[in-house]
């Protein structure tokens, strides 16, 4: 009897029938789905710049899914997690990470498709719960920010009054004026380039700086803290 007798952990993945078996798996795979949508749900509400990748959202909700499936092939044989390991080793990843929170993201799904594997719902679900909430609260308030209001202004004007004027009135609209680049283009005018950190909307310091004599051109965009390029 002991010599006919299965090794432990084709004991665990088979035992019972097999209609349970599946229920479970299907439970389980369901389960990881659902929790990755809800995070991929969140990535595509918190995420800033023109970089949101449609593609990337589905592919968190097939890595919780592929997680759990290679979790419930693994069962408990270390044998088995080797070879998992080898086979994903001839892999090469060639895709460049263009945030460095997309890393964070993947890892969140495989932790919850390696949870939902093995048959730990409540810690997914709570700590799906859980990472969402910090990444929500993270993002309004804009965590890690240094500057909140900062955009760089591109003024061309022409005649000493304005070259006076425009410096005085982005002082009075910002909280921090850094001048970045001066071009003189003589009869056509001056460009220069401004770093301020305004007190209130754009659209003010734009309808001040057009309010002057002898400024034709008002450009004002968001920074890199807004705008990932």
């Known amino acids: 009897m002991l010599h006919n007798a299965l090794p432990l952990d084709q004991i665990v993945l088979d035992a019972g029938d097999p209609l349970e078996v599946a229920l479970r798996a299907t439970t ?56 998992v390991f080898g086979a994903l080793s001839l892999v090469r990843f060639r895709t460049a990470v263009k945030d460095p929170k997309d890393i964070a993201y993947v890892f969140l799904a495989l932790a919850i498709g390696m949870a939902a594997g093995t048959g730990r719902f409540v810690i997914a679900g709570v700590g799906t719960v859980l990472m969402v909430l910090v990444i929500l609260v993270l993002t309004a308030i804009r965590f890690g920010s240094r500057v909140r209001d900062d955009y760089l202004v591109r003024v061309v004007y022409t005649g000493v009054p304005a070259a006076e004027q425009v410096p005085k009135a982005l002082a009075a609209s910002a909280r921090r004026v850094v001048m970045l680049t001066l ?44 705008i990932e390029l």
């Open 28 to 83: 389980s795979m369901l389960a990881a789905v659902v929790l990755a949508i809800i995070v991929a749900l969140a990535y595509r509400g918190t995420h800033r710049g023109m970089q949101y990748s449609a593609s990337f959202a589905l592919a968190l909700v097939m890595l919780s899914a592929i997680g759990t499936l290679v979790m419930m092939v693994i069962g408990d044989s270390l044998a088995r997690a080797f070879g």
């Open 183 to 226: 071009q003189g283009f003589g009869a056509d005018g001056t460009e220069s380039t401004w770093l301020i950190t305004l007190r209130g909307r754009p659209d003010e310091v734009v309808t001040a700086l057009r309010a002057i004599p002898g400024v034709g051109d008002v450009h004002v965009t968001a920074t890199a803290q807004e």
